[in-house]
């Protein structure tokens, strides 16, 4: 079983970076596959990224694409999320997920309480 926290989020300015952070406690983390998800009010939830739990491949929503990076460090048992040119449409709580793969949220067993993201123009 792995707990999750997320950080990071805020207030920022459009076309300005945020990088979130998940910190994960229990055991094994880099046996789990890690993603990002995001819901904005009166939306459902969206696959952001994910990846692999050797750090070797990820997957990026069109949405994010080329802005947005996932990476993680196993030594320290960290998931981050560097997020570039922010548009007002990212925001939204984000959520880390632990233990899945793909772009469905069924799809992860672990997730983080969120960190609110608000990107003003």
């Known amino acids: 079983q792995v707990q999750l926290a997320e950080s990071g989020g805020g207030l920022v300015q459009a076309g300005n970076s945020l990088r979130l952070s998940c910190a994960a406690s229990?055991?094994?983390?880099?046996?789990?596959?890690m993603g990002w998800f995001r819901q904005a009010p009166g939306k459902e939830r969206e696959f952001v990224a994910t990846?692999?739990?050797?750090?070797?491949?990820?997957v990026y929503a069109d949405s994010v694409k080329g802005r947005f990076t996932i990476s993680r460090d196993n030594t320290k048992s960290m998931l981050y999320l560097q997020m570039n040119s922010l548009k007002p449409e990212d925001t939204a709580v984000f959520y880390c997920?632990?233990?899945?793969?793909?772009?469905?949220?069924?799809?992860?067993?672990?997730w983080g309480q969120g960190t609110q993201v608000t990107v003003s123009s």
């Open positions: 997920a632990a233990g899945g793969w793909g772009t469905e949220s069924f799809r992860y067993r672990y």
């Open positions: 229990g055991r094994n983390f880099n046996n789990y596959n």
């Open positions: 990846i692999n739990n050797s750090g070797g491949s990820t």
